[in-house]
Nanobody, 130 residues
Framework: QAQLVESGGGLVQPGGSLRLYCEASGFTLDYYLIGWFRQAPGKEREGVSCITGLVGSTNYVDSAKGRFTISRDNAKNMVYLQMNSLKPEDTAVYFC???????????????????????WGEGTLVTVSS
């Protein structure tokens, strides 16, 4: 049974950093695209970053470029999101999600729409406030 579990959220001051963790079980990262999404109160869920499991291609939403870094450790079946220079507008519940992707398609990571993802974690809350 495929499962994703996020952790690492919390309260941080503007300008601070957090590292989010996504532990995958029941499937192998090699054959999946993993995305980080977030949903702020009253807003739609949006993609933040993605990474392809085998090739490691990455992509970021414009607001995350230069501040966030996605990475993975296939041996541990873990995906990480390092978030630096956090802003109040980054406040949201952050979710990791997985979508099957053939290895031949993993040269680029195009951020999928949320409704195209197959598995979801329950999310971890990130609050950026002074």
């Amino acid at each position: 049974q495929a499962q994703l579990v996020e952790s690492g959220g919390g309260l941080v001051q503007p300008g601070g950093s957090l590292r989010l963790y996504c532990e995958a079980s029941g499937f192998t990262l090699d054959y999946y695209l993993i995305g980080w999404f977030r949903q702020a109160p009253g807003k739609e869920r949006e993609g933040v970053s993605c990474i392809t499991g085998l090739v490691g291609s990455t992509n970021y939403v414009d607001s995350a470029k230069g501040r966030f870094t996605i990475s993975r450790d296939n041996a541990k079946n873990m995906v990480y999101l390092q978030m630096n220079s956090l802003k109040p507008e980054d406040t949201a519940v952050y979710f990791c999600a997985a979508k099957f992707m053939m290895t031949t398609d993993q040269v680029t990571c195009v951020m999928p729409r949320p409704d195209r993802m197959g598995y979801w974690g329950e999310g971890t809350l990130v609050t950026v406030s002074s």
